[in-house]
């Protein structure tokens, strides 16, 4: 059992940047990949990025490439989300999850996941 406690989230005006935090339960984080998912009103949960258990690699959403970035400190049980150049269309509730499998890139291939942190963005 994992559980995970996403902060960070809050009101930013577009342009500005927030840096969302997902601190993980557990000894056995460095096994887990990592993800990120957000979730606007009327839309399905999409994929924002990843990060594998041992931060070799990373993988990102084309709608955040080059904004976004994805870290992990697994001494601290924790991965992080650093987001820049917010925009308004990014404004959704962000979650974090932990996948023990593979097939970062679905909802459905994730075990865990924290109750979200709401991200909006002002134009």
């Known amino acids: 059992q994992v559980q995970l406690v996403e902060s960070g989230g809050g009101l930013v005006q577009a342009g500005g940047s927030l840096r969302l935090s997902c601190a993980a339960s557990g000894r056995t984080f460095d096994r887990y990949t990592m993800g990120w998912f957000r979730q606007a009103p009327g839309k399905e949960r999409e994929f924002v990025a990843a990060i594998r258990g041992d931060a070799g690699s990373t993988y990102y959403a084309g709608s955040v490439k080059g904004r976004f970035a994805i870290s992990r400190d697994n001494a601290k049980n924790t991965a992080y989300l650093q987001m820049n150049s917010l925009k308004p269309e990014d404004t959704a509730i962000y979650y974090c999850?932990?996948?023990?499998?593979?097939?970062?890139?679905?909802?459905?291939?994730?075990?865990?996941w924290g109750k979200g942190t709401q991200v909006t963005v002002s134009s």
């Open positions: 999850a932990a996948c023990s499998s593979t097939g970062y890139y679905s909802p459905k291939n994730y075990d865990y």
